[in-house]
């Protein structure tokens, strides 16, 4: 006897996804009101792939075409046999959907079903009709980002995932980000720098500070500094053609010389470092590209696509990051708010990380708009970093 789940459809994910994520199932239907909420099949095509991925079978999408009970209990008669077992849920769910299911259970006491609701944001279950033995659920399965992301119909073009258990890569983080992060403006002005436009040097190992005193200013702050802790070596100078150009050596590991390519990279992975040692997220990507309507247009057609800084799988709930090295600003909320609305849902969490101080207007706004904000990251020991993390999603 199988044990089968049928759900209402819903635009939301985390509805659809609660259920089966929960307890084991053999199987699933989605009904939707064809008129109101069907699912596009580029749409169907995303859940059925992201369903088979992580429970290796792929739902039945049904249409109802008339929106009312009785087109529901007809649908319902159809699928639900003697045969199996059947869970409805009514989490999220039409108020048709949910009444039509009261009805048909006790209309059908010869065939096993069970209605349930789930809250989503503590991932518990509220309860189940017929009553069960069981009566709360943890998650058994866990969606990754690219597949959240492919649920909610935009496509994640690319998510690095990295290994930060992996020592040389850890140390590297630590080790630029606290010779760096007093001097957050500096940081962002150096990487900028260009090198030999004739593609002799990168721009890692070679920077042109030109004859303005800010480009100047700024590498031999972050000279002197990479020099101290042992990172810049063997320094030296060029004229090109009437430019200055400075040379040197980095003693950095293969696996992180991409920390130096762009100014945002250490945030985003000093952020990331500490989620992963705060042990609450199965899943951690940073810089992921996302196509923003989720068609992927030819290459010489305009295709909208963004960045997400960091994105954190929490239990199947995201928790989407933007990472700021310098003051946070009431933009930044909204971008972030929006973004995290676009790509994540209703339940996705925006959150903000940025290296100084949140003034307390900024600080009331993020409240507000429910936005997690981690501020002052750049005066804050790490482990205080870690600590404020699990203190804000335990």
């Known amino acids: 006897m199988k044990r089968i789940l049928v759900e209402f459809y819903s635009q939301r994910p985390p509805e659809n996804l609660i259920s089966l994520l929960t307890e084991h199932y053999d199987g699933a239907y989605f009904l939707y009101f064809t008129r ?3 699912p596009s099949p580029q749409k169907r095509m995303r859940i059925t792939q992201a369903l088979n991925e992580v429970l290796n079978f792929s739902p039945v999408f049904v249409a109802v075409d008339v929106s009312t009970i009785e087109a529901v209990l007809e649908k319902f008669s159809s699928i639900i046999t003697k045969e199996n077992q059947y869970e409805i849920d009514i989490t999220g ?3 048709l959907f949910i009444a039509a299911a009261g009805i048909f259970l006790s209309q059908n006491p010869d065939i096993s079903i069970h209605l349930h609701r789930y809250d989503i944001p503590t991932e518990t279950l509220l309860c189940r009709y017929p009553e069960m033995e069981k009566e709360a659920s943890l998650f058994t399965k866990y969606l990754k980002v690219p597949q959240i992301l492919s649920l909610g119909g935009t496509p994640a073009l690319s998510a690095p995932r990295y290994q930060f258990s992996f020592g040389p ?3 590297e983080i630590l080790r630029l980000w606290n ?7 500096d940081w962002n002005n150096y990487c900028s720098l260009p090198a030999d436009p004739m593609g002799n040097k990168d721009a890692m190992t070679q920077k042109c500070i030109g004859t303005l005193q800010n480009q100047k200013s700024c590498y031999g702050v972050i000279a002197q500094r990479l020099k101290a802790a042992g ?9 090109i053609h009437g430019r200055i150009y400075m040379e040197f050596d980095l003693d950095v590991p293969r696996e992180a010389q991409f920390l130096y390519d762009k100014a945002g990279t250490l945030l985003e992975m ?3 470092l500490a989620a992963f040692d705060s042990d609450l997220f199965h899943d951690i990507r940073v810089g992921v590209t996302v196509d923003w309507n989720g068609s992927i247009a030819p290459q010489y057609k305009p295709d909208p696509r963004n960045e997400l800084d960091l994105v954190l799988m929490r239990g199947n709930l995201p928790v989407m990051a933007s990472c700021k090295n310098t003051l946070p600003e009431n933009d930044y909320l909204y971008e972030i708010s929006t ?5 994540g849902g209703q339940f996705a969490t925006p959150m903000l990380l940025a290296s100084g101080t949140a003034s307390p207007t900024v600080r009331e706004r993020a409240k507000e708009m429910g936005i997690v904000l981690i501020d002052r990251i750049r005066t804050m020991p790490y482990d205080h970093f870690v600590a404020e993390l699990k203190r804000r999603f335990s």
């Not at 010779?179 to 403006?185: E, L």
């Open 93 to 95: 769910g039409n108020e």
């Open 36 to 38: 109101e909420n069907a």
């Open 169 to 171: 890569l850890r140390s």
């Open 231 to 239: 990172i810049m070596k063997n320094e030296r100078s060029r004229n």
């Open 179 to 185: 010779a760096v992060k007093a001097c957050p403006k």
């Open 339 to 343: 973004m995290a609305n676009h790509y």
């Open 270 to 272: 000093y952020g990331a």
